[in-house]
């Protein structure tokens, strides 16, 4: 496997991996009585940066 195709995956994995986690942490928070902004502020920034990772993956694909 090539290195850029290698990158790509890796980039694809933790996106993947942090959109996950990020909807883990809302679900958990949702179901608990804990009434805290912290958690959300955590589990959105978790979910932009999968966005985030998930898109540069992409266009590194595409352009590959």
Known sequence: MDLP?????T??????VSLVAGFMIS???MASDYS???P???AT?????GLGLRIEAAILNRRS
């Open 5 to 9: 195709a290698q990158r790509v995956e």
């Open 11 to 16: 980039v694809r994995a933790f996106g993947t």
């Open 27 to 29: 679900l958990i928070t």
């Open 36 to 38: 805290g902004l912290d």
């Open 40 to 42: 959300h502020i955590l």
């Open 45 to 49: 920034f978790l979910i932009l940066t």
